[in-house]
């Protein structure tokens, strides 16, 4: 995947390609540090930078580097900014993209907790109308955000600081906490609709799915710190075997997933990872172990 190039770059993308090169930014953001260090400097200030350059606020780190990939685009070809919501929420897909995935991941789940749990007609349609207001409730904070800003020039610093200050709120709801999260009208109505043995069933399946998946990730960072730290087929199995039965996160935020299973690995207790690995794996794990210690946006 092609990265947009930075000012400094004297090769010139068409301007077809801004829309590739701002969604490569998620991307690029996390593989390339010191150019987002740069490119946030040059838009949002040094002491923006500084707060990303940190590492502290991983989703933000993302949101102000695909906006600043987009200031950049339109800087070089000279082409109107499209509006905030655009800006942080679309990652290169259009209005019509966005709204149409953002409903069918919402009917999905419906549908899932229908054949998971058993729902009767009345259970379903309350459910749909409930997740049908959290759609509109957003739809509206969309708008609102739009109001409030489109008198900013997003091309100004300090305008789109101001900009993001207001966009910030719905920027987490959608990526983080997501539209049905904890204070959501379907959440309440799913509390009040279920039956206290479809709860029972509910919470059993929702803790199933998020094991299976904490699984999967730990299994992948695994596999991704053997490129540093190269592991014996016995030491993998017994690293693996230690790191399932630890505990899992209950909550995690949207563009932290791919920290999880590194995050779970690093508390694996020294005493045990002394016995399975050698001296100088032990040494190298000990500085793996202090990146992710740290991180926050992960509940457990």
């Given amino acids: 995947m092609r990265t947009l190039s930075l000012r400094n770059n004297a090769s010139r993308e068409p301007p077809s390609a801004i829309e590739p090169a701002t969604q490569a930014a998620f991307v690029t953001a996390q593989q390339h540090p010191q150019r987002l260090y740069a ?11 500084r707060v990303v350059r940190s590492f502290q606020l991983p989703a933000m780190i993302v949101a102000l580097f695909a906006a600043a990939a987009c200031q950049e685009a339109h800087a070089q070809f000279g082409i109107q900014q499209r509006d ?23 009917n999905l789940r419906v549908k899932r907790i229908f054949e ?16 049908r207001g959290d ?16 008198d900013l020039n997003l091309q100004d610093q300090a305008d789109m600081q101001k900009a993001w200050q207001v966009m ?21 109505v799913l509390e009040s609709t279920l039956t206290s043995e479809q709860q029972d069933d509910y919470r059993a399946y929702m803790s199933e799915r998020q094991r299976a998946e ?25 690293i693996i075997s230690q790191a399932l039965e630890l ?18 690995l690093s508390k694996l207790p020294d005493e045990e990872m002394q016995e399975i690995l050698d001296a100088e794996q032990y040494a190298a794990f000990q500085k793996f172990k202090q990146q992710y210690l740290r991180l926050g946006g992960i509940g457990w």
């Fill in 214 to 238: 904490v699984d999967g990730l730990t299994r992948l960072a695994l596999a991704e710190l053997e490129k540093s730290i190269p592991l014996l087929a016995e030491q993998r199995q017994q």
């Fill in 116 to 131: 998971v749990i058993g729902l009767d007609a009345e259970q379903k349609r309350k459910l749909d109308f409930a997740i």
């Fill in 39 to 49: 490119c946030c400097s040059r838009w949002f200030g040094v002491t923006a930078a």
């Fill in 168 to 188: 910030q709120p719905l920027y987490t709801k959608v990526t983080s906490t997501g539209i049905v999260g904890d204070d959501s009208l379907f959440e309440r």
């Fill in 135 to 150: 759609i509109n409730r957003l739809y509206r904070e969309m708008e609102f955000v739009r109001h409030q800003t489109k």
């Fill in 247 to 264: 505990d899992y996160p209950r909550k995690i935020q949207r563009g932290m997933e791919s920290m999880v299973g590194f995050l779970r």
């Fill in 84 to 106: 905030i919501i655009a800006m942080y929420l679309f990652n290169g897909q259009d209005e019509a993209t966005f709204k149409n995935q953002l409903e069918s991941s919402c």
